[in-house]
């Protein structure tokens, strides 16, 4: 495993575990300062445009000399999510578990529509930093007065999360799909032309929704928690 891949080496970074240099010039940024950084250039050209090498310009560094504040791009990706997720929400004002979960639902939306490309890196078993660690812990505490268990919370949690995560790209209005961008009126129009062979889909499409695909499956899910829970829906 190089340093790089390290998740100890990761977490030492994230956490503030990591011993600071002795030898050499004092360093002239800080992690924040380059995590700043990366996450402006994320939000404005993409995050295919952020490299080791743009970073180090941006800061009138070399990139040999941004080595001494990262090991390397994986490291550069650990902090910018951790600067990008921001603080906690505060769901001490929700008046249930429920309306907790609903505003943790919507602050984590909130937290992907400001910075687009923050979902596609907080994915799979990684180490994550005090901040987003944060936020499961603000999560988890929506459901501490409920019959669930500990780990049937954590579950719940989880679950939520993943239902933001899969309807972020598609979090406009409608059910179904084909309801935004440049391929929802093409497809309105050949289903209705094909009304015949697709009477199902075409009835749909002609018929306004109340709700998005994300309000409808948090309505389902925390109904489902609900009766897992024992609680009132």
């Known amino acids: 495993v190089s340093i790089n891949e390290d998740p100890r080496t990761l977490a030492e970074l994230l956490w503030g575990l990591r011993k600071p240099r002795i030898r050499g010039p004092k360093p002239a940024f800080d992690l924040a300062q380059l995590a700043d950084t990366a996450v402006k250039i994320a939000d404005t050209e993409g995050l295919e445009a952020v490299s080791m090498h743009r970073i180090a310009a941006e800061l009138g560094l070399t990139k040999m000399a941004l080595y001494r504040y990262v090991n390397g791009k994986t490291e550069l990706t650990a902090i910018m999510s951790e600067a ?9 004002g929700a008046p249930d578990w429920r309306a907790k979960l609903e505003e943790y ?3 984590l939306s909130a937290a992907w529509q400001r910075h687009p490309w923050l979902p596609s890196i907080t994915v799979g078993d990684r180490i994550m930093g005090p901040r987003e660690t944060a936020w499961a812990e603000a999560a988890l505490s929506a459901l501490t007065d409920t019959p669930l268990t500990e780990c049937e919370r954590l579950d719940a949690v989880m679950t939520v999360s993943h239902h933001i995560r899969a309807t972020h790209p598609a979090a406009t209005q409608g059910t179904q799909t084909w309801t935004n961008d440049s391929a929802a009126p093409i497809m309105r129009e050949l289903l209705l032309l094909n009304a015949s062979r697709f009477p199902l889909l075409a009835t749909t499409m002609a018929t306004p929704s109340a709700t998005t695909t994300r309000e409808f499956g ?8 609900a009766i897992a829970a024992g ?3």
């Open 231 to 233: 609680v009132s829906v």
């Open 84 to 92: 990008a997720v921001g603080p906690p929400p505060d769901l001490s």
């Open 218 to 225: 948090l309505l389902a899910l925390l109904g489902f928690v």
């Open 105 to 107: 639902a919507r602050e």
